[in-house]
């Protein structure tokens, strides 16, 4: 079994994939990391006079 040298195309595509993986990755990152500090804060409550009790 011989194996054969890969294709100087598919290197530059292995290469774009990785680096549009990592700018997904980090935009993932960024987005949850923004959602994470928003909860914390509290900011998602709704303000304490204008919660309706049943």
């Avoid at 290469?15 to 914390?40: H, P």
């Avoid at 509290?42 to 309706?52: I, L």
């Amino acid at each position: 079994m011989s194996f054969h040298k890969e294709h100087e195309l598919h290197t530059r595509r292995k290469g774009r994939n990785i680096g549009l993986g990592l700018t997904l990755v980090a935009l993932i990152c960024i987005v949850f990391g923004l959602t994470v500090v928003k909860v914390t804060r509290g900011d998602f409550e709704p303000p304490r006079g204008q919660v309706e009790g049943n």
